[in-house]
Structures are given as structure tokens and as C-alpha cells.
């Protein structure tokens, strides 16, 4: 009987065992599960809520940080430079377009060298590569090239023309600038190593074919102040808005200039065709004596005639003009008025109207 009750107590105590560890495993799943639960609803169940749901207040940050960024660069002196060398250029234009007044050489030069367009367009282009550089040094490489080549052919035009013409390019310095500027496209499109080499080559087919537009005009090289001003505008153009730009540099550039290299691509590739397109031909053309009128087709062409007129069976209708020519020789008649415009031709009376034809009385021998 002992032996029951003692094997009963033991079963008793294996199943209160049994059921604590099954009623504490529970207690920690649940526990478990509710702590990750809970986990999950302080970060990942509630983050892409969170984040959603602040989604304003992060670009509104952003549109912070990058005022911020532009305010810091705004605030240095190198962007302060190169805005007031843009602001100088414009601020002169302006001023010179704005007010009447007779143009002075030198506002000629600034101006002449913006007239030429395809020109600007190209200088713009190595300006964006200007803005890309990495290094001043790059940038010194640029305007070097371009000075050296615009130098000795303003210095001496005429002797560097004239070989020019006898050379194999005389005849095709038309594609100068057309190239000029598909090259100025072309060198946007270049990885950063290649482009080091790229843009100063460009910028020394600008700079030659800016140099002849200079030397051919009709001040050309004679006017000093004319020359150096078209020079200096065309450093203008060159550097300012590159110098802008290369305070806000990085790897969002490439694309826009890429873009940009595009476009002066095909803008190259216009002007390079529209030469070669023969242009009509608008003269009038020469007068043909063997033809009515001397073959001019536009001259006024009379009426013509009745047929009855021209065989006299009718008399050719009045014009309202009558002009009556006096049987004495004097002026003329229209319509009933003396024309005295003309001289009077009647001889006076008593007059001698033939001339002396007798021989001179010499004196005596």
C-alpha cells in the first residue's frame, strides 16, 4: 500500500514537472513572440511607415542642405570673382547697346567678336570644359593655346594669310569654323584623362579661326584698339561662365555636358552642310539687245495698238497731251503753254543767221 502512494506522489510530481515546463515554454514563446513583436513594431514593421510618412520632411531637408551648400559656396571669394567678371562683360554690353551714342574701336572689337556666333557657341562649349577641370593647370593649358595661336596671326596677318592661300588650305578655310565647333562638342564627350589634351586643341582651332574672321574685316588689324578688344572678348567667353561653373563641379556635370556637346555637334554639322548647299540665284539677268526691250522681261510693256489704227483707218485715240511745234522755230507747245524751258530759238529781226563765208581781207602788200 506504501509502495502505491509512494509511486502515485511520484507521478504527481512528473506531471506538476511536466506541465510547469510546458506552462513556462509557453510563457517564454509568448514572451518571445512579444518582444520581437514588439521589436519589429518600434523599427522594421513601422520603418517603411515612418519613413513614408516623413518623406516631405526629408526632401524639405534636402532643399535645406543644398541651400546651404550653395549659401557656403556662394560665400567664398572664388565664386564672388568669376561672378563679377560675368556681371562685367554683361554690364558693359548692356550699357553699349543701351545708350546712343557713336561707337568707339574698341567697343566695336568687344562687340564684333559676340557677332560671330557659330564662334561664341564653340568658345561656350570649352568654357563648360573649363568648368569640368579638375586642376588650374588645366585651365592655363586652354587659354595658352589659345593665345598662342591667335598671337603670331594677328601680329602678322597679311604674311600668314598670303601663305595660307598658297597652301592646300587656302581653298577650304570656309570649314574652319564649322569644325571649330563640332570639335567643342566633341571634347565634352571625353573621358576627363583625353579631355586634358582635347580642349586645348580645340581651343587652338578657335582661337585660328577667330584670328581670321579678325584680320579680314575692314578694321582688321590696322585699329590697334579694335583687335585687342576682339581678343579680350573672346577670353571673356572663354573664361567667365567656365570659371562660374567649376565652383559647382562634380559628377552631376557630365550629363548637361554631354547635352550641351550634342548639340554643338549638330549645330556643327548644320553649318558645315548649308555650305556646301548651292544658293539660288536671284540676279536679274543681263539685258539681250536681239531681244524686245534689251531681254528685260520686268520693263513696262505699252498697250497694244487697235488694228484699225495701225492701218490708219482710225485715228489713235487722244492721249490728253498735245504738243504743237511753231513753223518759226520758237519753244514748243503743250496743250496751248509755251515750254520755257527751253531756249528761245527765234532769230531776232534783221538778223544775219548764215554765216560770213567770205574770205578775210588781209592788209596790202
Known sequence: MSQRRLQQRANQKNRQKRTEASSGGASGTANAGSTGAGNLSKTGATGPLTAAHHQPGTDHTEDRTARAHFTRIAATASFRWSLALFLA????VALALSIP??????????LFTLSIYDLVLAMLGISVAIGMAVHRAEIYTIVACFLAVMAPML????????????????????????????????????????????????AGVIGFSLSLFIGLDDFGIG?????????????????????????FRGPWLTIPARIVGSWLVVIGIIVLVSLYVPLGNDAPALADPS????????????????????EGLEDAPDSGFELTIPADGSNPLLNGTRLD?????????????????????????
Open 291 to 310: 531681244t524686245p526691250d534689251n531681254g528685260q522681261m520686268d520693263a513696262p510693256a505699252l498697250p497694244p495698238l487697235d488694228p484699225a489704227v495701225e
Open 155 to 202: 601680329l602678322a596677318f597679311d604674311p600668314i594669310f598670303h601663305a595660307i592661300l598658297q597652301s592646300p588650305l587656302g581653298g577650304e578655310l570656309f570649314l574652319i569654323a564649322p569644325i571649330a565647333v563640332m570639335l567643342a562638342g566633341v571634347v565634352l564627350w571625353l573621358p576627363a584623362k583625353i579631355r586634358r589634351i582635347g580642349a586645348p586643341v580645340a
Open 341 to 365: 524751258a527751253l531756249p528761245d530759238l527765234q532769230p531776232e529781226p534783221g538778223a544775219d543767221i548764215l554765216p560770213d563765208l567770205a574770205p578775210e581781207s588781209g592788209p596790202a602788200p
Open 89 to 92: 562683360g554683361v554690364v558693359t
Open 101 to 110: 551714342h557713336e561707337f568707339a574701336f574698341f567697343e566695336l572689337g568687344f
Open 223 to 247: 585699329i590697334k584698339e579694335f583687335t585687342l578688344t576682339a581678343v579680350i572678348g573672346a577670353l571673356w567667353i572663354l573664361l567667365a561662365p567656365g570659371l562660374m561653373l567649376r565652383n
